[in-house]
């Protein structure tokens, strides 16, 4: 019987769709106990252009684990949803005039096509989308919950706003600890109960987790929206190629600094590859030191500067701000202003990123200030350098050019003296930080100390004269959290007198307006601002006619909207009880799955999804709401599929294409052309060519001796640009999802990049083909009830062992090499028992299920192969009965011979002395001795 993997795979679909074996059971409908395990991959954005053979390889993983879980007893949540909010909609939308909405909905459709087609083993009954009102409602309830709390660093935890307000009133803001603005003003009990309402608000906006402040962002004006630096490379957006400039807005921003410590120590006990917990920590950047302050000349001002070496505040020969500084404006003098201002600008456009990384060039303004020593009281002048970010620690740095490669190359540049307060340091070639020198600086205090004893003591000082003290910094800035979009999430927020209100929670969700068009308006608000009917009426608590706005009972609502990685940041825990209207999930259910056991995706997300959604998981964790501080145990980077693109080569200055044998002293062109025109063999379809772009259609082609156009081959990342995407329902259609399955795991292992090779894919077709001719007998379905030979169970055994080895390392790809040596081993055995082929159809389950399936309904089983329990591995049948000992003499191996290894050491010399090979040997003689090793050797001497 031929396998037909066309109708076996769209029979098991089918029956999958109507029965729904993969959903799971919540607790109270589990009739039997059974462990909850949960795998999750990373949220896929649906886009236009539908998935390609790169994007299901960490689906693939996570379905082998899930289907392998179930096997092994386990209740699994295995789910699936949508990231439907985003630009992408939104930049179409503009383009086409065409609803997000509608698109999304289209792009959807598209891929659960494309997914059910693989035939993962999802829990579609829980699916989620972010764009969906009753998804986002709750996204904008836990917006809420921040807005109405501050951080606590006494008991180190959220607490409700109204605590807050408590300790104000009781002891005004003088003991209170809290994570907090820069600027607060102190006051005490008496002060703060005279303040008026709207006073109050403003403070406690200052201590809210959620808040609006005059923020550093990348403006993309094209977009017409703030980008976040994972959005930005090179200096312009990647979605569009366009310029981002940076400007100051107001903005929402989430307060995630305060949970800096709690997100660093939290990786210690996270099952995460050390490469990805180590680009955290250096996102949240944990340094020791001192913040000092330096005042400006002639100015009421000070310069405030954090540095991990307070000791070396005797080699500081310049101070340099970040241009945006708020003080740079201010301190800049008449006759260097021009020249300050134009740096300025030139900064503006480039991007924190490209700020940071470009450590070779050096640029600078003197801004004509000077700020004063607080020990020797000399001057020191006051510089701006790009190197330096206002969002980063305090925006300016005291340069100390004996100790930091950055500011010793700055100062050399612009010929500014390079004071030494190290013993025996040569700094006339580089400067040296990282050094634990001996301090020779001119100061009583500090000569003759080492570095930690230096900055002890310098630290010490510099708080006895009030100009400096002690602190731990980070690099983890809070996170903006507005965008100038309208397809996001709406703040559930109207404005009073200027300051945010919250729409009660009761009265979520507050849902998108319709808009006629999506771009800015012209007064530069965003989308929103098109609305007609976008104004909240505390009244009726609804959304009203803008034109009713009076101020007294309906205000305007906020025009921006949420980012993406506000529904992503929880969308782990929706899963767990996707349609609760009371909450984002059951206490019940949450206290089931807890969090996620293993999650699978994209290691670029290690700073902002991930970073993210740890942060609401810790806080909804402080409110009570969830049971748990980390979202994800387990995380697994897949590496990326690659893709072979393949280039013509053009004549230079002509329309003629020359085969790529020829090309070997030719000047040439290589362009990318479509990898549906190529064949296995490298042969261009020159016809096919030509039709495909209007100006290819009168090209020329120069081919070999054979007539044929060979194209040239390389490896790239997979792209619609480079023309050599790989559809998946092509591989489907014509090999079947079994086979595109196992031969994405058999490219090599999981966390690699490794090449597509679509002409590789024949090997695990043909192993599939292999595996269906097992069960049968020319066209019939033929298995035998008879016991299975000793062969046939080593065989099966070893199997079990090494494969179930393999997926709890998650070591796909020798899984497949070994289920292909053991299907070898079965066709020499002839094997057809059901005790072999029933265990092996469960086995081989989790790779290529729907074979499974059909060759477990063929084994006579009524239920689903998912309901089978997975094989259990016996030892006993891997134990060798015979040993094939080197028989020798004189220490010579003349012969081997099969002994049993239940023979005892008199049997085997027995046997070994009547084989007539041995009497050969001897040709009559008594050897001397017999030496007899069980189990190793027989060696016969004289």
């Not at 904008?140 to 935890?157: A, R, V």
């Not at 995407?725 to 490794?754: H, S, W």
């Not at 393999?806 to 040596?821: A, G, K, L």
Request: proline share 5%; glycine share 6%; net charge negative.
């Amino acid at each position: 019987m031929q396998y037909n993997f066309n109708a076996i795979e769209a029979k098991w679909q089918k029956k999958w769709a109507k029965q729904k074996p993969f959903q799971a059971k919540q607790p109270a409908e589990l009739t039997e106990q059974k462990p909850p395990f949960y795998v999750l991959d990373m949220f896929p954005y649906p886009s236009g252009a539908g998935l390609h053979v790169g994007h299901p390889l960490g689906y693939i993983a996570s379905d082998i684990y899930a289907r392998y879980k179930r096997h092994k007893g386990f209740n699994v949540l295995h789910p699936q949803g949508y990231d439907s909010f985003g630009l992408p909609a939104e930049q179409y939308a503009i383009q086409t005039g065409q609803h997000p909405a509608k698109t999304t909905e289209v792009n959807i459709k598209r891929y659960r096509e494309q997914l059910d087609k693989i035939g993962f083993s999802f829990d579609w009954s829980r699916e989620v989308r972010t764009s969906n009102p009753d998804y986002y409602r709750w996204t904008q309830w836990i917006f809420i919950q921040l807005f109405e709390s501050w951080y606590n660093q006494e008991t180190d935890k959220a607490e409700p706003i109204s605590n807050l307000i408590q300790l104000f009133e009781k002891h005004g803001n003088i003991q209170v600890n809290a994570a907090s603005d820069e600027d607060v003003e102190t006051f005490s009990a008496e002060v703060w109960s005279a303040f008026s309402d709207h006073k109050k608000e403003a403070i406690l906006l200052q201590y809210r987790l959620t808040y609006l402040a005059e923020t550093e962002v990348n403006w993309c004006p094209a977009l017409g929206t703030v980008l976040a630096n994972d959005e930005i490379v090179n200096g312009i957006s990647e979605r569009g190629g366009h310029p981002v400039v940076r400007k100051k807005m107001k903005q929402w921003s989430m307060r995630i600094s305060a949970y800096a410590e709690r997100l660093l120590q939290g990786l210690e006990n996270l099952d995460w590859t050390e490469s990805l917990k180590e680009s955290q920590r250096n996102w949240i950047g944990k340094s020791v030191g001192a913040q000092l302050r330096f005042k400006i000349e002639n100015f009421e001002s000070f310069i405030e500067v954090f540095t991990t070496r307070p000791d070396t505040i005797f080699g500081v020969s310049f101070m340099t701000l970040a241009p945006e500084h708020e003080l740079v404006a201010k301190i800049t003098t008449p006759e260097q202003k021009e020249q300050v201002e134009a740096y300025i600008k030139a900064a503006s456009l480039k991007s924190e990123r490209d700020r940071m990384a470009d450590v070779k060039s050096i640029t600078g303004v003197f801004t004509g200030a000077y700020a004063e020593h607080p020990f020797t009281k000399e001057p020191i002048p006051i510089w701006i350098g790009d190197y330096v970010l206002a969002g980063y620690g305090t925006g300016a740095v005291m340069a100390v050019p004996c100790g930091d490669q950055r500011d010793y190359d700055f100062a050399k540049y612009f010929n500014i003296p390079i004071p030494n307060v190290f013993k025996d340091v040569d700094i006339s070639e580089k400067a040296h930080a990282d050094k634990d020198h001996t301090i020779i600086a001119n100061s009583d205090f500090l000569n003759g100390l080492n570095a930690k004893e230096a900055i002890a003591k310098a630290i010490e000082k510099l708080e006895k004269i009030s100009a400096g003290t002690g602190k731990t910094n980070y690099r983890l800035r809070d996170a903006v959290f507005s965008r100038q979009r309208y397809w996001g999430e709406p703040f559930p927020v109207y404005y009073v007198d200027g300051l945010p209100k919250m729409i009660n929670e009761k009265h979520l969700p507050l849902q998108l307006p319709e808009i006629n068009e999506y771009l800015p308006t012209e007064d530069g608000a965003p989308p929103l601002g098109r609305a007609d009917f976008w104004a909240w009426d505390t009244k009726n608590n609804k959304v009203v006619d803008n034109k009713l706005i009076d101020h007294k009972t309906i205000f305007p609502l906020e025009l921006n909207t949420m980012p993406g990685w506000a529904g992503s940041s929880w969308y782990m825990f929706r899963y767990m009880d996707a349609h609760n209207n009371s909450g984002i999930a059951l206490s019940e259910a949450l206290q089931y799955w807890k969090n996620v056991d293993l999650y699978i995706g994209g290691s670029e997300h290690a700073t902002g999804h991930l970073l993210y959604s740890r942060f609401w998981t810790k806080f909804l964790n402080d409110l009570d709401v969830l049971p748990v501080e980390e979202p994800f145990k387990k995380l697994i980077n897949q590496g990326m599929i690659l893709g072979e693109s393949a280039f013509v080569h053009r004549l230079k200055d002509s329309n003629t294409f020359i085969t790529a044998d020829l090309i070997e002293g030719k000047e040439t062109q290589p362009i990318h052309t479509d990898v549906s025109l190529v064949n296995f063999s490298n042969e261009l379809d020159i016809e096919g060519f030509k039709n495909w772009r209007p100006e290819f259609q009168d090209a020329k082609f120069i081919t070999d001796e054979n007539g044929k156009y060979i194209v040239s081959r390389e490896v790239e990342k997979m792209s619609k640009s480079k023309y050599n995407v790989v559809n998946p329902d092509d591989i489907c259609e014509d090999f079947g999802a079994d086979t595109l399955r196992m031969y994405e795991m058999f490219l090599g292992p999981l966390e690699q990049a490794k090449p597509w090779n679509t002409a590789g894919i024949t090997g695990v077709h043909n192993f599939l083909k292999k595996l269906w001719k097992l069960y049968h007998n020319g066209d019939k379905f033929e298995v035998s009830g008879q016991s299975a030979s000793k062969e046939s169970l080593k065989t099966l055994h070893k199997t079990i062992k090494k494969v179930t080895e393999d997926i709890e390392n998650f070591s796909f790809n020798t899984s497949v090499s070994t289920f292909m040596i053991c299907v070898n081993e079965l066709t020499q055995q002839k094997c057809n028992s059901k005790e072999i082929l029933g265990p092996l159809a469960v086995l081989i389950s989790p790779y290529a299920p729907h074979i499974a399936e059909e060759l477990w309904e063929k084994l006579g089983n009524e239920n689903g192969i998912s309901e089978a329990n997975y094989p259990v591995y016996e030892e006993k049948y891997l134990k060798e009965d015979n040993k094939t000992y080197p028989i020798s003499f004189n220490g010579k191996m003349r012969f081997t011979l099969d002994l049993s290894l239940d023979l005892s050491k008199d049997e085997i010399e027995n046997a070994v002395m009547q084989d007539e090979r041995t009497q050969k040997q001897l040709e009559g003689r008594t050897p001397k001795k017999v030496i007899v090793v069980p189990g190793k050797i027989v060696n016969i001497v004289g």
